[in-house]
């Protein structure tokens, strides 16, 4: 089962206002990876994450990856209407090659 | 294009009837997973290849699903006997040599059983 924890769920937010959402695991990962899914389509990479403390921005998103290894947070800033969908986080072992996903954050902009 | 691309991109089946699906990863990569997701959930990893060889399966990956990349190229995914808790979509990412962190995904293939 997945060991990722993500949250919010859901949000439901006004164009041009910030988004944070996060992941956090009870496991060490050596990578943070942070997809974006439309109804239908395949996960869209946005963001990949190598180092611990590492901040790296894909034009109005910022990824981090947290210090203990085992969290990382996506911002959005001054969010637009393309950017509803689902976020997903993914994670990996030092072991495997395998990703672990978050359950995704839904995010909606109200009109 | 360049992306990861698949085929179908829907099926419908009867329950115990056999589906293939087809997966061509962007041709410079040697990786190719398999993840099946369900509403409202991440993908779940199916299993991997490293050029023609599976490496990893995961237990999800009953006797009735087998998968096989036969030149390193394109891969297929085959489920005999389908169930309706087969009902999905099957996801195929690939990913370049070395580390194989940054999976690129295909659209999908959206696996609904009647």
């Known amino acids: 089962g997945q060991q990722l924890n993500q949250s919010p769920q859901s949000m439901f937010i006004q164009e041009g206002e910030d988004v944070s959402m996060n992941c956090t695991s009870s496991?060490?990962?050596?990578?943070w990876l942070w997809y974006k899914q439309d109804p239908g389509e395949g996960p869209v990479l946005l963001i990949a994450l190598y180092k611990a403390g590492e901040l790296t921005s894909n034009g109005r998103l910022t990824a981090q990856f947290g210090i203990t290894r085992k969290d990382s947070f996506l911002n959005i800033s001054a969010s637009i209407p393309s950017d509803v969908g689902i976020y997903f986080c993914a994670g990996r072992l030092d072991s495997n090659y395998q990703l672990i996903w978050g359950a995704g954050t839904k995010l909606i902009i109200k009109p | 294009d360049t992306g990861v691309s698949q085929d179908p991109r829907h099926k419908i089946t009867k329950r115990g009837q056999n589906v293939t699906f087809r997966c061509d990863p962007i041709?410079?990569?040697?990786?190719l997973y398999w993840y099946r997701q369900t509403l409202g959930q991440g993908p779940e990893f199916l299993t991997y290849f490293q050029n023609e060889a599976q490496l990893e399966k995961s237990r999800l990956l009953s006797d009735r699903f087998s998968a096989e990349r036969p030149k390193g190229s394109f891969s297929t995914l085959e489920i005999q006997r389908t169930e309706q808790g087969d009902s999905a979509m099957y996801l195929c990412?690939?990913?370049?040599?070395?580390?194989?962190?940054?999976?690129?995904f295909g659209p999908g293939t959206r696996l609904t059983v009647t």
């Open positions: 041709s410079e990569h040697n990786r």
């Open positions: 496991s060490i990962f050596n990578t």
């Open positions: 990412a690939s990913s370049p040599a070395g580390t194989g962190n940054e999976q690129y």
